[in-house]
């Protein structure tokens, strides 16, 4: 039976959910379904392949077409697949053009895109949230990441064009997402070369009508005295900070080409917890990067503590292949996987002690399907009696099971 409506299939981040949801309403009518792929890892291009295989499958006479970061890296490689109808590519996904087009292979360079693409999605029908792209592409080049291939270098939306979008959006949507690849790098390709930080006081003076603005993953070494000053002062914006912390080791952060050191993050949430307390700390971090040792990695183990972690993104080092860390030397596999759990592990504790502490408190919770469950301000999942979906209600915590909170 065929599809009667795209079928979009987001792997990864978020900036890939805000632009599944362009992608849907540019295909609307049309019996296709979408993999929007993900490239971070090595188990997140598997994980792309094995969405194609389980969607042909399930939709055999479906189009299928493959696009995002693993396609746009890898045309060659999925246009092999005997799944696959069409490959297009980051930059011509959010095309109109490249959708009517005909090509088995659509992918230019993508370093050689310079502006962001439209804005199309009129909604988020299936989310409580919405996501707006303000940024895509990285200038940076850390040594373990492929990302940039995938999305080119840093580019910026115009903020009347934000801000047009997240108004337009704000009529159904009580809380926005600001997303990026690189997020922090708001701005300076812009006439002016405005801050992250100047665009969130925009958004918040020119919506007033939007209930809850978040941030998705920051650089800590790019957050200027006037995003501190939001994101700890401005109630709209939510005490959720999301860092991009990838290790706890000095010389691995080097080795990483990062652009902090431990000392640099664990001061940064330090002020930011002394000045807000609810602020809840979410993490990036690597286990078994090219030559960790055993006290390195104990650097990063301890950075949960130091960090006060309690949303941890955890992954084992891949190698992706043409970036400097995959020539280094390399931790045995079966180390790398160990130290993960670890880590894992520990972050579990962590985070369970922070659950438990909040037992008692009272969360104001944005409602989402199926009505009996939603996300407090700090991010944490509460589940509640039945409300109504993208309503924000206030509920005292009673208990914590299976890592969620009851109300």
Not at 19 to 40: F, H, P
Not at 314 to 323: E, L, N
Request: hydrophobic share 45%; glycine share 6%.
């Amino acid at each position: 039976m065929p599809i009667s409506s795209p079928q979009i299939i987001n792997m990864g981040c978020r900036l890939n959910l805000a632009e599944g949801e362009s992608i849907r309403a540019l295909l609307t009518g049309r019996d296709t379904i979408v993999v929007n792929s993900c490239a971070v890892t090595n188990e997140a291009v598997k994980q792309t392949r094995q969405a194609i295989r389980r969607a042909r499958r399930e939709q055999p006479d479906a189009e299928l077409v493959v696009t995002g970061c693993a396609a746009q890296i890898d045309p060659a490689g999925f246009a092999a697949m005997p799944e696959v109808n069409r490959v297009i590519g980051n930059a011509e996904k959010l095309s109109s053009e490249a959708w009517q087009a005909r090509d088995a292979v659509l992918v230019q360079d993508i370093m050689a895109i310079r502006e962001t693409a439209p804005h199309l999605a009129a909604s988020f029908s299936t989310h409580a949230r919405a996501f707006v792209e303000v940024q895509n592409g990285c200038d940076h080049r850390c040594t373990f990441c492929v990302i940039p291939y995938g999305r080119g270098n840093s580019r910026s939306v115009p903020a009347g064009a934000v801000i047009d979008r997240i108004a337009a959006l704000a009529e159904n949507h009580a809380e926005i997402v600001l997303t990026g690849v690189d997020l922090t790098s708001y701005g300076p390709d812009l006439p002016g070369a405005p801050s992250l930080g100047q665009l969130v006081e925009r958004i918040l003076t020119h919506v007033p009508q939007l209930h809850r603005l978040r941030l998705s993953s920051l650089d800590g070494v790019e957050i200027d005295d006037r995003l501190f000053a939001l994101l700890t002062q401005e109630p709209r914006l939510q005490p959720h900070v999301h860092l991009s912390l990838q290790a706890g080791d000095d010389m691995i952060l080097k080795r990483m080409k990062r652009r902090h050191n431990r000392a640099e993050s664990i001061a940064l949430t330090e002020r930011l917890k002394a000045a807000r307390p609810e602020i809840a700390i979410g993490a990036d971090l690597i286990a078994g990067f090219p030559t960790e040792d055993e006290a390195m990695f104990a650097n990063t183990l301890a950075l949960l503590e130091d960090c006060d972690v309690v949303h941890p993104h955890i992954f084992p080092y891949s190698p992706r292949a043409g970036t400097p860390a995959a020539r280094m030397p390399q931790v045995a596999p079966e180390i790398v996987k160990a130290r993960a759990a670890r880590l894992r592990e520990a972050a579990a504790t962590r985070r369970s002690r922070w659950l438990q502490s909040l037992i008692g408190s009272a969360q104001q919770v944005l409602v989402e399907r199926p009505g009996d469950r939603g996300h407090a301000g700090n991010f944490a999942e509460v589940r509640m009696p039945h409300a109504q979906v993208g309503d924000i209600v206030t509920v005292t915590i009673k208990a914590v099971q299976d890592g969620k909170l009851i109300a």
